[in-house]
C-alpha cells in the first residue's frame, strides 16, 4: 500500500532519518508529539484509465508537513524532504512532482509548519 511505501522510503532516506528518525505520521500527530517530526496524508487519489479499463497506475496529492520547533528547522527539513522526494522515482518506478509549500501558523502551540504537496503516481 501507498501509505506504508511513502513511510518506509521517507524514514529510510538518510537526510530525513538525521533530522526525524521515525517521527513520520500518517494524517495526525500524536497527542504530544516530539519535534521535528513530519505528518503525511492523501489529499486525493485518481486512478489512471487505459482502453482496457482502470490501470494498475494511480495518482494522487500528497502532503507532507514538516513540524519544528524554529522556523530554521522547519526550513531544513523542508529541504532534506524535497530532496528526498526527488529519488521516489527509483523505488516506486513513477515520478513525484513537488507542486508548492505553504507555511501554516500553528500560534497554540508556537510549532512551525511548512506543509508540501506532491503528485505522486505509483503502481499497485
Not at 521517507?10 to 538525521?18: F, I, M, T
Not at 530554521?72 to 512532482?97: F, I, N, T
Amino acid at each position: 500500500m501507498i501509505s506504508e511505501e511513502l513511510f518506509a522510503y521517507l524514514s529510510s532516506d538518510p537526510g530525513v532519518s538525521a533530522l526525524v528518525g521515525t517521527r513520520i505520521y500518517p494524517e495526525r500527530l500524536p497527542q504530544e508529539p516530539t519535534y521535528p517530526c513530519l505528518l503525511y496524508l492523501r489529499v486525493d487519489i485518481t486512478p489512471d484509465y487505459s482502453q482496457d479499463g482502470e490501470d494498475e497506475t494511480h495518482n494522487g496529492r500528497w502532503q507532507i508537513s514538516a513540524f519544528a520547533k524554529t522556523y530554521s528547522d522547519s526550513q531544513s527539513l523542508v529541504s532534506v524532504v524535497r530532496q528526498a522526494m526527488r529519488g521516489w522515482q527509483a523505488v516506486s518506478g513513477c515520478p513525484a512532482y513537488f507542486l508548492n509549500q505553504q507555511p501554516i501558523p500553528q500560534p497554540q502551540t508556537q510549532v512551525y509548519q511548512q506543509a508540501l504537496d506532491f503528485d505522486l503516481y505509483w503502481r499497485e
